[in-house]
């Protein structure tokens, strides 16, 4: 850990599950950020049994001439680690008033950060995305690219109504101060869709988003994510995660017959979707992902939800710390 510098106006935190090497390319793509804007990094390890990405990042930032924290948080899951880096951010560098996140499996253009920073200045936005390009491990069908799941916000930079996960994001310190301590709501922790639920209740509060097209990181697409299954159960797991964000704020009789109403819309309006989304991409597996995020609300409003993070607490050597879809 090295000393708060008081001149920081930027922080970028980086939650870690069991990716060391990942973690290394991401912690080498910041320290050759091209920027003059003064910025630390927080690291948070979330393995606590078997840290072996603090010891990545404390080899690499040791030598780096960065401000940075390292910790580890003892409580399992994506959104305790996510608190706790903003929370070590904030505490640690008083005068930053920009806090960016990537994962740990992602790789930083060299102008990511100036880009982020700029816009957020430039714009006034309290929020600001930018796209995740996906590069796979191994070669991939069409069916696999072309799938909703790995797709992003596209076009030039603007304003856009919310952004979607925390891959590739940065949010200005009054929007912490106004939802603090409510943050990355923990019921998340292993379903996933914590960054869904914070953005949408940052619109809901009237912050402003910007999208930033210049500000790019590629992020490393492992084999088992690219294989039909895991996209279908990732379909599945997209649209549970919806349901429950939006079971949240349906606690009258009222709204929760509405909610009821809203699965039984949503799997009619499923079949149409899918046959358009067969027609412009020509592939079945891409048609497959509204008719089973139907499924997936009207599952979990049966009490049944995925928790494919909690199978990641224990010792596994794919196991990760990872957001939402971005659909």
Request: proline share 7%.
């Amino acid at each position: 850990m090295t000393d708060s510098n008081a001149s920081i106006e930027v922080t970028v935190c980086i939650p870690t599950f069991r990716r060391p090497e990942g973690l290394r390319k991401t912690l080498q793509s910041l320290i050759l950020q091209q920027t003059d804007l003064p910025f630390a990094i927080v690291v948070v390890e979330n393995d606590a049994t078997n840290p072996v990405g603090s010891q990545v990042a404390r080899e690499i930032l040791g030598s780096a001439a960065l401000p940075h924290h390292v910790v580890v948080e003892p409580s399992q899951g994506n959104c305790h680690a996510i608190n706790r880096a903003f929370s070590e951010a904030r505490e640690n560098h008083p005068t930053a008033d920009y806090f960016l996140m990537i994962d740990d499996d992602e790789v930083a253009d060299p102008h990511w950060l100036e880009a982020m920073v700029s816009t957020a200045r430039r714009t006034g936005a309290d929020i600001v995305g930018g796209p995740v390009v996906r590069q796979f491990e191994v070669p991939v069908p069409h069916a696999v690219s072309a799938h909703a799941l790995y797709g992003h916000i596209d076009g030039p930079s603007r304003q856009v109504p919310a952004i979607h996960g925390t891959g590739n994001c940065l949010i200005r310190r009054k929007v912490f101060e106004t939802l603090d301590p409510s943050l990355f709501d923990v019921r998340f922790n292993f379903l996933g869709g914590g960054d869904m639920d914070f953005f949408r209740r940052c619109r809901e509060m009237g912050f402003t988003f910007w999208w930033c097209q210049e500000a790019l990181i590629y992020e490393t697409v492992a084999a088992d994510r690219a294989s039909p299954s895991w996209l279908m159960r990732r379909s599945v797991r997209t649209g549970s995660i919806n349901y429950v964000i939006d079971r949240k704020r349906s606690q009258s009789p009222v709204k929760l017959t509405a909610l009821q109403l809203k699965n039984v819309i949503s799997l009619g309006l499923s079949i149409p979707r899918a046959i358009a989304i067969l027609f412009k991409t020509k592939a079945l597996l891409p048609a497959t992902h509204p008719i089973l995020m139907s499924f997936g609300r009207i599952t979990a409003s049966l009490g049944f939800l995925p928790t494919p993070y909690e199978a990641s607490a224990i010792p596994a050597a794919d196991a990760r710390i990872a957001t939402s879809s971005q659909t």
